[in-house]
């Protein structure tokens, strides 16, 4: 009894919803758009984009970022303006090893020793 009422109120809730949606067309479909353009960009202005990566990806308070910080305090680096550096060297606390292979030879052959210098 309780179910049979509730299905015909909601079906005829639903119904003149519909009829009222079907004779207002334009209404329903600019108001929302624009309602959802104008709270879309009021929100994302308050937003600015992260340009650390390191504070997105570590805690505040990782013992990693506390050791870089030790680290690079007993050991800065060299970064001054007279010095440029290419896109693909960053400054950091590494080194690099060329290798040479004698002319002829394949480099791809010494592998293993590539390996046990790493």
Same mark, same amino acid.
């Given at each position: 009894m309780l @179910? &049979?009422? #509730? @299905? @015909? /109120? #909601? &079906? =005829?809730?639903?119904? @003149? !919803?519909? !009829?009222?949606? =079907?004779?207002? +067309?334009? $209404?329903?479909?600019?108001? +929302?758009?624009? #309602?959802?353009?104008? $709270? /879309? #960009?009021s929100a994302l202005n308050r937003f600015q984009p992260e340009g650390d990566l390191e504070r997105l990806v570590a805690p505040s308070h990782s013992l990693a970022k506390i050791e870089r910080s030790l680290a690079s305090s007993l050991f800065p680096l060299d970064q001054s303006k007279s010095q440029l550096y290419s896109d693909l060297h960053t400054p950091g606390r590494y080194g690099r090893v060329i290798l040479l292979s004698p002319p002829g030879d394949n480099i791809l052959l010494q592998a293993e020793g590539i390996l046990q210098t790493h």
């Amino acid at each position: 009894m309780l @179910r &049979q009422v #509730l @299905r @015909r /109120g #909601l &079906q =005829s809730f639903c119904r @003149r !919803l519909g !009829l009222y949606v =079907s004779r207002h +067309p334009v $209404f329903f479909l600019t108001v +929302p758009a624009v #309602l959802t353009i104008t $709270f /879309g #960009l009021s929100a994302l202005n308050r937003f600015q984009p992260e340009g650390d990566l390191e504070r997105l990806v570590a805690p505040s308070h990782s013992l990693a970022k506390i050791e870089r910080s030790l680290a690079s305090s007993l050991f800065p680096l060299d970064q001054s303006k007279s010095q440029l550096y290419s896109d693909l060297h960053t400054p950091g606390r590494y080194g690099r090893v060329i290798l040479l292979s004698p002319p002829g030879d394949n480099i791809l052959l010494q592998a293993e020793g590539i390996l046990q210098t790493h």
